[in-house]
C-alpha cells in the first residue's frame, strides 16, 4: 500500500498541480497588494475614501448594505482589470512575438481530394470515404 501511495505522489500531474496551487497563491498575493496598496489609495484619492462599508439604507426596517457591494464590486473589477494590463496583454504579447519569430505551424490536416473531409496530414486512407489519398509532400 505504501508503495502504491508513493507512486501516486509522484505522478506527474500531482506534481504539476501542487506547483500550480503554490504559484497560484503566490500570484494571488501580488495582485491583492497590487489592489490594496496601489489601485484602492487611487480610488481613494478621485472618491474622497476607499472604504464604502458604512454605506446602507434601510426600508421597513430592513437594512441595505450596499456599501459592502460596492467593496466587493470595486474589487473585483480592479483585479481584473490588473490581471488583464499586467498578465494577459504582457503574455499575449510575447506569445505574439514568439509565434512571429517562429512563423506560420505547420498544418495539421490537410483536404482529402475525394471528400473534402479534414484528414491528418500523415493519413494515407480517408476515414470519411475511404479513398486512397498521396502521401503529402513538403
Not at 1 to 29: H, P, S
Not at 64 to 92: C, D, E, H, T
Amino acid at each position: 500500500m505504501l508503495k502504491d501511495f508513493k507512486q501516486f505522489l509522484l505522478r506527474g500531474n500531482i506534481v504539476d498541480l501542487a506547483v500550480a496551487v503554490v504559484i497560484g497563491l503566490a500570484f494571488t498575493a501580488v495582485v491583492n497588494a497590487l489592489v490594496e496598496d496601489l489601485l484602492t489609495p487611487l480610488i481613494a484619492a478621485v472618491f474622497g475614501k476607499h472604504d464604502f462599508g458604512a454605506l446602507i439604507f434601510t426600508v421597513n426596517n430592513s437594512r441595505f448594505l450596499y456599501g459592502a457591494f460596492l467593496n466587493a464590486l470595486i474589487a473585483f473589477v480592479a483585479i481584473a482589470a490588473a490581471v488583464f494590463f499586467f498578465v494577459v496583454k504582457p503574455v499575449n504579447a510575447l506569445m505574439a512575438r514568439r509565434e512571429a519569430k517562429e512563423g506560420p505551424a505547420a498544418p495539421a490536416t490537410r483536404k482529402c481530394p475525394e471528400c473534402l473531409s479534414d484528414i491528418p496530414v500523415e493519413a494515407m486512407r480517408c476515414a470519411f470515404c475511404g479513398e486512397r489519398v498521396p502521401v503529402a509532400s513538403d
